[in-house]
């Protein structure tokens, strides 16, 4: 038996039999062409192939992972779509008179390099977005059908590492588990892994090719991998595995059921969600509602300024289907780790800190109020919410009040509808929660954005990876910091909910029961296990 350790992305056991994944290497000509024409030609109709597959990537991602997943491939088409780095290939095929092959490598491969020395951690990331996109052209020219390599029996996989285009195209009904010796835990392909729910480990730095063909086990809940397991693990974890089974099913018997504790005290637990396509997850986890739409998506997944029609589309989509199900969407939260180029915010020394969600709202009133007439119409067609992100002084929410006003005095003298809405705020900063109280009296709710709350009560960038051993997610100053902002939304009769990932942190649960929150909202796949959690809870009885 062979044991290899690494990062686990999922609690969950896979066993199967190990599938090695290699990504084709090419043997790329660097001799001289003559052909300079018919070069460039294959080099145009590969590139186009290779943007038509990122449309169909994108369409299956949605389907099986969510919006927030499938948006990576739309990104991915637009960078190959970009004309600077198709010109940089063009202009190695003719100046060079090298293949088209080795111009997309050399091209590519310098795009890549550029982005992996920027110091904004978002930016490196799309360094391997490039390599990836770089490996699709070189497919298609290759002529190279990747959906072939995964073979034709169920198995674990076996990777150095998996670019999302090769996660998303993985036939999922063969695939038990995935084990790559690269990736981060943030990774697009570990996100995509969670949300295929599949057993993953990554920085497995025992892979070995003669694994090829053996019986193999993920334990994620150890972070282990086990080849040629003896029969006591294989029994012991087999067991593990039936028994996760049928953890899941009786997860499924949760469905309609109430979060209320033993003792009676009742919690609502929401979804957060990237856009309409995300509503079946939320009504397949039976979500109490929709807590967090981050209404930035339909920002990111826009080649332009969406529209308020287009706008007004998705929102109405969300409120209508989950009718009357309350939906909360946040006002876009744009700048810092999420830009888009279009908008040209700028660089800056420190983007977290910087020009960013309504702050932008408020200095450029135009575009706001686009999106605000868009929200006030959908409120017309369910039960709506409107929350303003990033909001630390209470002029700010004062005056994104008045424009939402203006807008829907403007659509009532145009005669169009507007229905009922809530107007509440991210509770975000150590500034929102000191003045709480103040911020409580003119607005209908908090819902406390934990992930950006850390990150500025800790001083601790959120997209740094080196800094992991300094991030206490548990720290007493968030903890604290919560629960004053609970205290002051109740002193002044608000509910008060947390969207951020600590409300799906189930060790935390009963903490939150016990504060008092009203609501959490979570991804969906938490919904049922947070109800378990809740409905097992006893607070009267102190355990
Ligand atoms: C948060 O900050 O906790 C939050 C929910 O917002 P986002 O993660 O989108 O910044
Ligand atoms: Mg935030």
């Not at 135009?366 to 002084?393: C, E, H, V, W, Y």
């Not at 709480?436 to 500025?456: H, K, M, P, R, V």
Request: charged fraction near 30%; aromatic fraction near 6%; glycine fraction near 8%.
């Amino acid at each position: 038996m062979q044991v290899g350790t690494g990062k686990s992305i999922l609690n969950g056991i896979a066993i199967g039999k190990l599938k090695l994944y290699h990504a084709p290497k090419y043997e790329i000509s660097e001799a001289e062409i003559e052909d300079i024409e018919s070069e460039t030609a294959r080099f145009e109709q590969a590139i186009q192939k290779a943007i038509d597959q990122q449309n169909v990537l994108y369409e299956k991602a949605l389907e099986t992972a969510g919006e927030d997943s499938a948006a990576i491939f739309e990104v991915h088409g637009m960078m190959l779509e970009d004309e600077d780095l198709q010109d940089a290939v063009r202009d190695i095929i003719s100046g060079q008179k090298k293949t088209a092959e080795y111009a997309v490598r050399e091209a590519f491969d310098e795009q890549a390099e550029v982005f992996a020395q920027m110091d904004d951690a978002y930016m490196k990331e799309r360094s391997a977005d490039v390599r990836d996109i770089k490996q699709a052209v070189l497919d298609v020219l290759f002529g190279v059908d990747p959906d072939s390599m995964q073979g034709s029996e169920p198995a674990i996989l076996v990777a150095e590492d998996l670019a999302p285009s090769e996660t998303v195209r993985l036939d999922k009904s063969l695939l038990l588990g995935m084990i790559t010796r690269e990736g981060s835990s943030n990774s697009h392909t570990a996100i995509l892994a969670r949300s295929m729910n599949l057993p993953a480990i990554i920085q497995c730095k025992e892979i070995d090719d003669s694994w090829e063909g053996h019986l193999g086990i993920i334990d994620g809940y150890h972070s282990k991998v086990y080849v040629d397991p003896d029969e006591k693990l294989l029994a012991e974890l087999t067991a593990k595995m039936q028994e996760d089974e049928k953890k899941r099913l009786l997860l499924q018997e949760l469905k309609g059921q109430e979060n209320v504790t033993k003792d009676g005290t009742k919690i609502k637990i929401y979804a957060n969600i990237g856009g309409p396509s995300d509503l079946g997850m939320v009504q397949e986890n039976d979500a109490g509602g929709v807590g967090l739409f981050r209404s930035e998506f339909v920002y990111l997944n826009s080649k332009d300024y969406p529209s308020e029609e287009a706008q007004f589309a998705a929102y109405r989509q969300a409120v209508e289907t989950l009718a009357p199900k309350q939906v909360v969407i946040r006002t876009c939260d744009i700048g810092a780790d999420k830009m888009v180029e279009y908008m040209d915010l700028g660089d800056e020394d420190n983007p977290a800190l910087g020009f960013r969600a309504i702050r932008i709202g408020l200095s450029r009133k135009d575009f706001f109020k686009t999106q605000l007439r868009a929200l006030l119409r959908a409120s017309a067609f369910g039960n709506l919410a409107i929350m303003f992100p990033m909001i630390i002084s209470k002029w700010e929410l004062e005056e994104a009040k008045k424009l939402l006003e203006e807008c829907r005095e403007e659509l009532v003298k145009e005669g169009v509808a507007v229905g009922e809405y809530q107007v509440g705020i991210m509770i975000e900063t150590p500034a929102a929660v000191l003045c709480a109280d103040e911020l409580a009296q003119i607005c209908d709710f908090f819902s406390i954005g934990t992930n950006d709350l850390t990150q500025y009560t800790l001083a601790i960038d959120r997209q740094n990876a080196k800094l992991e051993p300094f991030l206490d997610t548990h720290h007493p100053a968030v903890l604290k910091a919560i629960q004053m902002t609970v205290e002051a939304g109740h002193r002044h009769g608000i509910w008060v909910g947390i969207c951020g990932e600590l409300g799906a942190d189930m060790t935390l649960t009963e903490t939150f029961l016990r504060m008092g929150v009203d609501e959490l909202s979570v991804n969906p796949k938490s919904i049922l296990p947070i109800r378990k959690v809740v409905r097992e809870l006893d607070l009267g009885s102190g355990s």
